[in-house]
């Protein structure tokens, strides 16, 4: 075995982040109690100077796997960004 590939992988990644918003609901408004606007995203930012695309490796399997952390250009982690609305009724 060579280390010639061998780089740091350390990372610094915000998986869930969560930003909202309260509305203002009257105490005479019939239907709601109260309302909140929303945004979420999952795996939006990665700061790391690993070359490849996602530092948080294991192309083998769980952590008891023999080879951790061996890279095989797999995919990335997804991002997703979620918009909603909550009410209370």
Same mark, same amino acid.
């Given at each position: 075995?060579?280390?010639?590939f061998v780089?740091?992988?350390?990372y610094l990644?915000?998986r869930?982040i969560?930003?909202?918003?309260?509305l203002?609901?009257?105490?005479?408004?019939?239907?709601?109690r109260s309302?909140q606007?929303?945004?979420?995203?999952q795996n939006l930012?990665?700061?790391?100077k690993y070359?490849?695309?996602?530092?948080?490796?294991?192309? #083998?399997?769980? %952590?008891n +796997?023999?080879?951790? @952390? !061996?890279?095989?250009?797999? #995919?990335?982690? %997804?991002? +997703?960004?979620t918009? @909603? !609305?909550r009410?209370?009724?």
């Open positions: 075995m060579s280390s010639r780089e740091d992988g350390s990644r915000f869930n969560q930003l909202a918003y309260n203002p609901v009257k105490k005479s408004a019939k239907w709601f309302a606007v929303y945004v979420s995203g930012i990665t700061f790391t070359s490849w695309y996602d530092p948080e490796v294991n192309v #083998y399997g769980g %952590s +796997s023999f080879n951790q @952390g !061996i890279d095989y250009s797999i #995919y990335p982690m %997804s991002k +997703s960004v918009v @909603g !609305i009410c209370g009724f």
